[in-house]
């Protein structure tokens, strides 16, 4: 293992250093005009945009940003260093919108998916973007089929009380898969069996094939009048071989029958609303996210979907700070279930390869190098083969400003190399 180990250590430092000699013969005069290696010009001010995900919930985004941030100082004197706190369709959305913008946290008591009291937090900024984040509460033990998204209903219930405006709710991750039916439960719908009999989905999903019709009479008469707007990385469709459930039943620890049974459930959700308010769910790209919320909320309420890269683009403008950099440092280290996911890291390669920017990406592993190779990143590094079960943030940090600083000094260093034909 460790004779395998040090072979894929060489090969990516051998394709590392190829790509910055590719560099330096393409546009090094750039370079050595910003560091102020080149006789007779005027130095100008480097501007340096860094974006770091999260690294495997070992460390934050901030955490990572200021890292790079260090070892950028350390390299280039007078640099203009911008940090963009990123999240993806999992994690860090509530931390991260408020490394950007100012507001206000609020604590509500709520429910978990498995209906167990407990406290939910919510933000609002200044601007009046309200954010939830699901995964932070809506999480479970019981069985899949016994768990329900009360809690999230309870939670956009106590911001539309707080008089929100603009509702931004991240879905990933979240334990219910329920279609939001106990969601809207919450907000004021009422279900009904064949019996006219109150069908109470605080209990679970297993409780849908009772349903016989839907009130939303008493729906929350504030969500028709907000801005919503869904966050998933995740593509999937409400219900079939590409719904939420089917595409993850086996990190669920599920079984493909047990999943289908789900999948049934939901199918059979979308198929009342489509008798009974003439609205069609399954086509809805990433409806299927938040286990079918995200269907329920775009066809009942208009609500957006968007991916982590759409929403920060929309928060922090991302493509303009890319537009304006001279070199962008980027990266992440997600877990294997998450690689999945469309996380921001894709979207700031296809625009680094779109303005003709250098770029150095620092990952946990090489799971997206590939992709970046193809999309022209000028320079890449891992600091894993393999994701670790644990790893503390101070070394996970000291190896992200390590790996920085050696790319900066390849940046900084002529190769007089002649040009391949």
Known sequence: MKNTQKICYFFSVKSLLLRFIDYSHTSFSMFKIIFGKEKNKVVKTMKVLVAMD???????????NRYVEEAVASQIEDA??????????????????????????YRVSAHDADMKETEAIYGQTDSGMTIIEGHLFLNGKKPIQHRSSYGLGEVIKAALDNHTEHLVISLGGIGSFDGGA???????????DDEAQIVDMRKGAYLIKYIRRIDLSGVHPQLTKVNIQLMSDFS???????????????????SQNEAAEIDNLIWYFSELFKNELKIAMGPIERGGAGGGIAAVLNSLYQAEILTSHELVNQITHLENLIQQADLIIFGEGLKEEDQILETTTIRIAELTQQYSKPAIAICATNDKF????????TAMFNTFIDMPDSYTDFKMGIQIRHYTVQALKLLKTQINLPLSS
């Open 236 to 254: 999937s469709r409400l219900y079939g071989k590409k719904s939420e459930i089917m595409q993850t039943y086996e990190s669920l620890d599920l």
């Open 370 to 377: 590939d992709l970046f190779e193809s999309l022209n990143v």
């Open 80 to 105: 203009d260093i911008v940090q963009v706190p990123l999240f993806n369709g999992r994690h860090e959305l509530l931390d991260s919108v408020f490394l950007w913008q100012s507001g206000n946290k």
């Open 182 to 192: 106990g969601m809207l439960q919450a907000l004021g719908a009422t279900f009904y």
């Open 54 to 64: 999260e690294f495997n919930g070992i460390i934050s985004s901030y955490q990572a």
